[in-house]
């Protein structure tokens, strides 16, 4: 039996119990149904029986996990380049170019950024047991897609892994983007706000559906474009993290994301030279799991979008 312990933090008060254990344990939520049905999960020292009950910051959460054999994890790939910028003891800071998929999975079973990672961090493959996470993703809190480049954050300790779950899903980690989209958005400044879901018509997209989950991306116009069609540069921040949320809410208003094939609409650049979605996580700022402290780091723009750039005419 493997027991997790957590003090709630501020960000989780309030929180249903299930939704809190599926994201500090990295578990489905039939999963923890069926840890606190079998009174596996409690609170200050009682098992809990009722899934939504509301946690307060400061209660002490425990919850007991049958032992499993661990499927064998992925092994490091020197041969794999990842870009850090940062690297303590507790979190390390990379600069994920595009075109690299973060972690295995279907299609992707070796060349991803946690096998580079585990080349130069080889520690981070104890980390999967000691939190109970999945052993393909040592350390990942949050992800960004293979065509997106920018920063992200891994965590490389149980404490990290603890603290940056809880801060993303208290919506306290920044994450801004800077994103190219087509047609001329009129206001300065927006927000979009609605729920994203899997697409009905087509299981591997994501659309905006009443049936999804809440989502909302505020965004700033940086600079406009007129040739050789109107587009517009923003900068994108996401207040939640849903599968291509900035793709998928930009679309929704009318202007997709330049080179975002999925989403596009069928629209495209004219003479565009960029062959990925122009999105660029450019800044990222959390609360440092060890000093507590507000720490951020920004990402210049990299050649291929700055190249796009240079070719329009304001």
């Known amino acids: 039996m493997t027991t997790l312990s957590v003090v709630v933090p501020a960000s989780l008060d309030g929180v249903r119990l299930d939704r809190a254990v599926a994201l500090l344990a990295d578990v489905s939520r039939s999963s923890v149904d069926a840890l606190v049905a079998a009174g596996r999960v409690a609170v200050d020292g009682r098992v809990v029986r009722r899934r939504n009950t509301l946690l307060r910051t400061g209660q002490g959460l425990e919850v007991d996990r049958p032992d499993e054999a661990a499927p064998p994890g992925p092994e490091g790939d020197p041969t794999v380049v990842v870009p850090v910028v940062h690297a303590d003891d507790e979190v390390i800071v990379v ?63 149980p404490r990290a892994y603890r603290s940056l779950v809880a801060q993303l899903a208290g919506r306290q980690v ?13 206001e300065e400044r927006g927000v979009v706000d609605a729920p994203i879901g899997r697409s009905v018509s087509s299981p591997t997209r994501m659309a905006v559906s009443r049936k999804g989950k809440q989502a909302r991306t505020r965004y700033r116009v940086e600079r406009r474009f007129t040739e050789p069609v109107p587009t517009t540069l923003l900068q994108a921040s996401l207040e939640s993290g849903r599968t291509h949320q900035i793709r998928v809410h930009l679309s929704a208003i009318g202007h997709p994301v330049v080179g975002d094939e999925t989403y596009g609409r069928g629209r495209a650049l004219p003479g565009a030279t960029v062959t990925r979605p122009f999105l660029h996580a450019y800044e990222l700022s959390f609360e440092h799991p060890g000093s507590a402290e507000r720490v951020s780091w920004s990402s210049a723009l990299p050649d291929d979008l700055t190249g796009q750039l240079g070719a329009l005419s304001e």
């Open 95 to 157: 600069d994920k170019p595009a075109g690299l998929v973060v972690h295995p999975g279907a299609g992707h079973r070796s060349g991803t950024l946690v096998h580079g990672l585990l080349a130069r961090f080889p520690e981070l493959a104890s980390l999967t047991a000691a939190v109970g996470s999945d052993p393909d993703r040592p350390g990942i809190v949050h992800r960004l897609e293979r065509g997106t480049s920018g920063l992200m954050v891994v965590a490389r300790t």
């Open 174 to 186: 920044t994450r801004t983007y800077r994103a190219l989209t087509l047609g001329a958005i009129e």
